[in-house]
Each structure stands twice: as structure tokens, then as C-alpha cells.
């Protein structure tokens, strides 16, 4: 059963056979993900056809921050529309799982083949030369995507798949992407900031993003964040493409030199206070 973003019922279109239901594509924490079968443009009791779908279905307890990342994963990817190597999300809405709860979901482009990170797990750095091609093309979709204004903020690994078909990498998961330096008001608020915290992947995540997704931890060491200038600019500034940039060199190290990340082993506490000095010492070459 399909609910709409209203909460009204509407006819499912979509279907999970027990054979999918049962071998999900993938899983993690907060989703899983099934291949499926969606029937298109239903008309009543006419059918014009169906496609193979991936069904992304949550079963995470924040529904409504999901759900709104499924919203913005809609639109965002709707502008990327014809760029090679992104990812088709055809919608989202609500369904009821199997333990009888409303939670978000997402219907995508079916890609069959394997994440990036489970390829380099698999394969290790056994072929630099392959990495290389791969690692280029992901270079390529991310320049168009930046050419529209529209930073990913989640590269990773897992979240780029290699087309089993094509042998090209997809860019996929845009539910935290924004067009660059789209950021209101309120956002540059570092009573805001305390509260609410920018998503994406830390082991990624450039130094400067990092300092902001640890606004927390600072507060806690007295840092008062209402008269650090260079915080506030920073949110308002560094929330863009440039984020892409790095998260695509840790990506790049990561792949190619068969460490997990460049600061791997770096004791969390000792590795914020770093940044934050590199983050004050670059101020002329960041802002």
C-alpha cells in the first residue's frame, strides 16, 4: 500500500516479489534497498507497461527528515535530468512495512552491479589502471553536476555504483545534495547550528565541513560559537561544490592507496583541534 505525502491512500503501482523481498539489494542502517516492479501511468484498470525498479525503503525512526531528503533527492536529481552517470529517481512517498508503520520511500533507476566500495574491497588495489578510469569518469558526472549549481555533499564509495551493464560508474544518493550556497538565513544561526547539523559522511568530509558537523562537541569544550566570526561565514560559505572537491580526493586516496582515509587511526578529539587550526591558518585561501 502507497500513502501520498498527504497521508491519503492511494493504489499501489509498485510490487515486491517474495523471491526480491527476501534477497534485498542492499541494506544499511537506515534503509533497504529491493528490486521491484512498477507498474506505469496506471489509469484505472489500464495498464501501459511496467519497469524494474530499486525500491528504497526506510525503517529508520527520523521519518520526517527522511522523508524530506527523499523530497529534495526528487527535485534535485529532476535538474541533473540527462546528465550521464546520475543516478533516475522517479518519486517518493509513503508505504507500510511490514510491521504495520508508515515509513518514506524512494523509487529509483534500477542499476545492477556493485558499489564502488564493495568493487575496491573485492579487488583492492590489485588494478590501479581500472580505479584510475573509474575515478575520471566520477570527475566528469561531478563537473556537470557543479556546472548546474548542485553540490552532491555525500560523496563516497558507497554511494557511486558500477554499472554491470555500461561498466560506468553512477553517481547516486542525492537526499543531502543543495545547489550551491543555497543557504537560508537562520542556517548561519549558531544557536541553530547547536541543534541542527549538517549530514554527509565524516570520513569524507572536508576539514572545514567537519569543524561544523562537530558544533556540538565544540560547545561542550566552551568554545563559544556566537563570537567566532569565521564559524559563521564558514557555514554560509563552505556548503558548496568545494566539499565535493575534497570528498573526492579522500575517495581518490582512498581507493588508490588501500588506506580506509588519509587520517585513519587519528584520535578524534586531537583530529577536530587540528582542523579547526587548519581551518583558522587557510581562512585566506577557504573564505
Known amino acids: 500500500m502507497i500513502i501520498d505525502s498527504d497521508g491519503k491512500e492511494v493504489v499501489s503501482s509498485i510490487r515486491i516479489t517474495e523471491r526480491n523481498r527476501n534477497s534485498p539489494l542492499g541494506a544499511g542502517g537506515a534503509a533497504t534497498v529491493y528490486e521491484a516492479e512498477e507498474v506505469l501511468f496506471p489509469d484505472g484498470d489500464t495498464c501501459k507497461g511496467t519497469r524494474r525498479i530499486a ?11 527522511i522523508y524530506e531528503a527523499a523530497q529534495n533527492e ?42 564502488f566500495s564493495a568493487y575496491l574491497k573485492r579487488q583492492g588495489t590489485s588494478d590501479p589502471t581500472t580505479v584510475i578510469s573509474y575515478l575520471c569518469e566520477i570527475v566528469e558526472t561531478l563537473e556537470q553536476v557543479h556546472s548546474r549549481a548542485i553540490a552532491h555533499l555525500d560523496l563516497k564509495p558507497q554511494n557511486v555504483i558500477i554499472s554491470a551493464e555500461t561498466g560506468k560508474p553512477v553517481l547516486c544518493d542525492f537526499g543531502i545534495s543543495k545547489r550551491s550556497k543555497e543557504i537560508s538565513h ?8 547547536k541543534d541542527r547539523l549538517p549530514a554527509g559522511s565524516t570520513s569524507y568530509m572536508s576539514p572545514e565541513m567537519l569543524i561544523i558537523m562537530h558544533a556540538k562537541i565544540f560547545a561542550e569544550q566552551s568554545i563559544a560559537l556566537a563570537d567566532v566570526a569565521w564559524f559563521q561565514e564558514a557555514f554560509s560559505k563552505y556548503r558548496t561544490d568545494t566539499m565535493d ?18 587520517f585513519e587511526g587519528m584520535d578524534e578529539k586531537i583530529q577536530l583541534k587540528e582542523l579547526k587550526l587548519i581551518l583558522i591558518i ?5 573564505l
Open 245 to 262: 572537491v575534497f570528498s573526492f580526493g579522500m575517495m581518490a586516496y582512498r581507493s588508490l592507496s588501500g588506506s580506509r582515509q588519509p
Open 74 to 115: 526528487v527535485v534535485i536529481t529532476s535538474e541533473l535530468d540527462g546528465v550521464p552517470g546520475v543516478v533516475r529517481v522517479f518519486g517518493c512517498g509513503f508505504a507500510i512495512n511490514d510491521k504495520g508503520e508508515k515509513v518514506p520511500f524512494t523509487s529509483l533507476q534500477l542499476i545492477e552491479g556493485e558499489t
Open 55 to 65: 525500491f528504497k525503503l526506510t525503517h529508520s525512526d527520523k521519518t520526517q527528515e
Open 282 to 286: 587557510s581562512s585566506n585561501i577557504f
Open 186 to 193: 537562520s542556517e548561519n544561526d549558531p544557536k541553530y547550528l
